[in-house]
Every structure is written in C-alpha cells, then in structure tokens.
C-alpha cells in the first residue's frame, strides 16, 4: 500500500464535508418528512444508484450461490443494519431533540467503540495502555455530551434520550466497520450496494406501515432529503472505494475527526443553531483521546 498522497488528503477532506453535511440536511429534512421515511429514502435512493454503478463497471451485486456467496451476503446484510439502517435512524430520531452539530460530534467516538469491539474480536488489534487511555479521554467526552442528567432515575427528557441514541448510533457503525472486515473479499462497490440494498428492504416497508406515504413536500425539505440519499449514502461511498484502494481504510479514520467540526460549522452557519461551550468541551476531549489512541501509529505512517 503507498504513502497516502495529497489527493487522498483531499479526497478524505471532501468525504469529511459531504458527511458533516449531512446532519444539517437531515435537520432541513425533518421539517418535511418523518425520521423513517428519510432513512428509508435516501437508502432507497443510494442503493439504486450504487447498484447502477455497480452494472455499469461490469460487477453488478454479489453472487448469492454458494457457501462464500452465502457469506458475503451475510455481511452485507449486517453492514446495511449496524452501518446504515439503525444509525441512520437512531441519529434521525435524535435530531429531532438535538442540534446537528451535538450529533455531528458523537461521530468522533467511532473509533474508540472501534478500539473496544476490535478488542475482543479480531486478533491483530488488541486493546494497549495507550489505546485504553485515549478510550478514557473519549469516554470523557462522551459524558460531557449527554449531560449528568441523562444518568437520572427518572423525568429524563427526551433530549437526554436522543444523545443516548445519538452515542448508540456512532457504536453501530465501530460494529458495522468490524463487520465489513471480516467479509470475505469482493468488489467494494458491490458489497456497498448489496448493504444499501439490504438496508432499504429492512427501513423502507417499515416507514411505509409506520409513518405513511411520504406527504408531497417541496423546496428545502425535498433537496435535502435527495442530498441524503445521492451524497452522503451513494457518492461518499464511492469517496470511500477510491481512499481504500489508494491508501488503505486506516487512512479513512482521519475522516472521523474533520466530520464533527464540519457538522458544527454547518448547522451554526446555516441552521444558526448556538455553541454551547460544552460542545466544544467534549470535542477536545474526544480528539484528545483519539490522538493518544492513534499517536503511535501516525508517527509510524511515512
């Protein structure tokens, strides 16, 4: 694998922005469309269209015959679950209760429920004293972000439940990226349209049986639930092909750290929404974390 290149850099920068926008899009959603109809739409949205990439460079979607086609779809189906459908709808959900930037910063926990899950289930990436501490740094973080109140035995707003979803949602996707290693190898652009494929078939029917057709709204809400669907599902997919083919999926840990501070910027540029100083409290502690956790290895990259 070579050196990460200054394209990589720009390709991850771009990756980071597509994805910190997100938030403030699913915010602007939210004023047209219930939390499952936008996560069953731009799943929908972004499997069609990586599966229409996937025919056109001539792979279509993995074979489902045999014991390592049963595999691969296996995986597929647990990425589309813990990489897509349930955090797409824990941090939908939540963003009706939290800014998008407080949801935009828990995505920088990512990897330290990375360090935790990686522990006890691939071989080659046990837990050091080093990565422990920057897990505790994190963990700090993490509690600024939910507040003393959350830890109450009752009268818990539905704030406090929604940073709960929102800490859940970023576990999910450390499980799906452990998930999405242990799949045996196939093309990245089929496997990232069979897990899209395969969380729109668990999202879709369900928003249709719990919130209805989706109500025939225009303007804002309808260009950012289609930016969800063809930017941040599909086309940061195909960002994420071309880095792992290029510098390897290491080097896509560096995008965890650049979306929380985008996902603030947007939502107090745009959605003019305030900046506590406890966001950005947390926000130091869980870059802190990380960096401690990853220091070792970034003086070791060339």
């Known amino acids: 694998m070579t050196p990460p290149t200054p394209r990589d850099w720009a390709m991850v920068s771009l990756l980071a922005v597509i994805w910190g926008a997100s938030f403030m899009a699913v915010s602007v959603a939210l004023r047209g469309f219930g939390p499952l109809t936008i996560v069953g739409a731009r799943l ?31 995986h597929a189906v647990g990425m589309g679950a813990l990489s897509n459908a349930l955090p797409f ?51 700090g973080g993490v509690a600024v972000l939910i507040g003393p109140a959350a830890f109450g035995s009752t009268g818990a707003e539905a704030e ?63 260009l950012a639930l289609i930016y969800l669907g063809l930017g941040p599902t599909a086309l940061a997919a195909l960002i994420l092909v071309r880095v792992i083919r290029s510098a390897g999926p290491t080097f896509l840990i ?20 305030a900046l506590p100083p406890r966001f950005l409290a947390a926000l130091a502690l869980i870059l802190a974390g990380l960096f401690v956790s990853r220091a070792r290895a970034w003086r070791r990259r060339p």
């Open 160 to 222: 406090n439940w929604a940073r709960v979803a929102c800490i859940l949602a970023s576990s999910c996707y450390a499980a799906g990226s452990i998930v999405t290693r242990l799949c045996p190898p196939v093309p990245l652009v089929s496997l990232s349209a069979a897990a899209l494929l395969a969380a729109a078939v668990m999202t879709a029917p369900l928003a249709l049986v719990m919130e209805g057709a989706p109500p025939m709204t225009g303007g804002a809400p309808l």
């Open 254 to 273: 560096q995008t965890n750290y650049q979306v929380p501070v985008w996902s603030v910027i947007f939502g107090v540029a745009i959605l003019n929404e």
């Open 44 to 74: 929908a949205l972004g499997a069609l269209a990586l599966w229409g990439l996937a025919r056109v460079m001539g792979h279509g979607l993995p074979t489902p015959r045999g014991a390592s086609g049963r595999r691969i779809w296996l």
């Open 89 to 139: 709808f824990l941090l939908t959900w939540g963003q009706q209760h939290v800014t998008s930037g407080f949801a935009g910063i828990t995505m920088a926990v990512v990897p330290l429920f990375t360090l935790i899950f990686a522990h006890f289930i691939l071989a080659d990436e046990r837990m050091t004293l080093r990565k422990a501490l920057g897990f505790v740094l994190g963990l």
